[in-house]
């Protein structure tokens, strides 16, 4: 199975199963990660810095396309509410801006 690992996590790694959301995987991993809108795709504030395997992600939802073309979600970003890992493993980044304040992050 395909891993993500989150840099800013003391690179963190986690599994995520086919067909799992990168949120529904960071969550059974243990891992608290922001997403105000209950993780429906109604907001951005779930959103991960992917640094690199972009190419191992499904293709962008419909939720993620209207993001991308308002300008809330950049070209290297994805919304882990929505994103799948299919084909490999790939490296993120939480954003400064949705950072907890209870969680420990590293540089």
Not at 57 to 82: D, H, I, W
Request: charged share 20%.
């Amino acid at each position: 199975m395909p891993n993500i690992t989150v840099q800013n996590l003391h690179d963190c790694e986690v599994e995520v199963a086919p067909g799992q959301t990168l949120l529904k995987a960071l969550q059974a991993a243990g891992i608290d990660w922001m997403h105000a809108c209950g993780g429906k795709g109604r907001c951005t504030t779930c959103r991960i810095i992917v640094q690199e395997g972009m190419e191992h992600f499904g293709p962008l939802t419909a939720a993620e396309e209207r993001y991308r073309s308002n300008g809330r979600l950049k070209t290297n970003e994805r919304l882990t509410c929505q994103c799948t890992l299919v084909t490999g493993d790939a490296i993120g980044r939480v954003p400064r801006q949705t950072m907890l304040p209870h969680m420990k992050y590293s540089s």
